[in-house]
């Protein structure tokens, strides 16, 4: 068989990926900050780019006086930028975190009014930190400068709990001495403040504080020691049983126990919090609501007209010219992006919002079932757009701050149609705060009472909503006194 070259023509249709298109894709699933930094760069790599707000005589102190007024202004009606309780995450406590189950600790800090401003101090220093505490700690000691490298190899690989996540002969490896080198002068960290710092579990933590309270060979003592898989399951009886004592004194070893510090690096911990702005507002104006683009801080894009009136002269060489050219199509196709993107958002708001009538009108608990797929045939887009739209994008409304992607939930069966997910967890939540401490309610109580209203769920369902939300099971939850 011969070969032979042959030359044909083919009309077909094929999507491109220009520059242009991946920057629009790029700038439609950024964030509020990244979208920011990425046009503060745009402005400092292209001439032909400018804010029209500089050019304005929009000096820095005039900005700052006018953002002060618009401010006050916004805060009369709206707090603009402090994350909901939907948004919080809890930092450190875990279904099977022993600490979360003695003490009731869930990592979440509590934070303070409204309108609380910082103190001087706090805005002009940092508070210190739990390896200088402790390294000052050790200079004012009698430790040899080798035993200081101990230590200081000890320090430097604590938690933010303050308890030692390597074992003691990765540290003589690492210091090239003996395990009980290490091992002696741990247990001079182990004399430190805060007290049970250094602890490699929840059992030594708290057995390092009894000892420095004087409750050696207590029954607080014994109980931390031998029991505490008992007193995390709160079978207090088999404890007295197992100690040979009255179930009220253990009741009374309990709440001592509950009063020490099961993470001793807690106050050293200083996290700033992260404040969320939304990228659009849902304000209610008579009987209808109203959204608006959150434009604030936002720079107005336009083209240089000295630039452009270099080209209309046509002066210059070619090199010049083609450069100039160039940064002019692209800052163009920025602009565009940016128009297009904040119209995108807009639409696919506006139709979440339709869709989610009754969440404005009364809340998470009336939140209906949503996919992409329903916004994305309403606005006439590709589901992977409104993906991209709703992916850290957040909206203020009057029941709070929200990102877009919350209002996408699955749905259950119910009497009256089909619930979204995130009501049935809210509904859970209810159920639980309003529980009775020393009965509290089981999961397959929690289904009763949800098929009582209507809604048909499995008890593994139940149980799987509730570690999601980070509560304890019913026997955790139980308070005996």
Known sequence: MALEIKLNQKLSQTL???????????????GRYEYLEVIEQELLENPVLEDAREEDGDTEGSRRESGEQDDIAADKDIEKEAPPKELETAQGATQEDPAQDLFGYNGKKSSGGEGERPSVEATVSSPEGLGSHLLWQLRTSELTEEDQDIAALIIGNLDRNGYLCCSATEIAEEARRGEEDVERVLSIVHTLDPAGIACRDLRECLLIQLDQLGQSGTLIWQIVDQHLGDLELRRYDAIARAAEVEVEEVYDAVKSIQKLEPRPGRPFVD???????????????????????????????????EYQALLDKRTGNNEDREYLNDRLRSASWLIRSIHQRQQTIYKVTESIMKYQRDFLEKGVSNLKPLVLRNIAADVGMHESTVSRVTTNKYVHTPQGVFELKFFFTSGLKSGSGEVSSESVKERIKEFIASENPKKPLSDQAIVNQLKAEGVDIARRTVAKYREMMGVLSSSRRKKVF
């Open 271 to 305: 996290e700033a919090p992260v404040y969320i702005t939304p990228d659009i507002y849902v304000r209610k104006v008579g009987d209808s609501y109203v959204l608006s683009l959150n434009e604030n801080g936002m720079p107005r894009l336009r083209l240089n007209p």
């Open 16 to 30: 491109v990926m220009t520059p242009q298109l991946q920057q629009a894709i790029k700038l439609l699933q950024l």
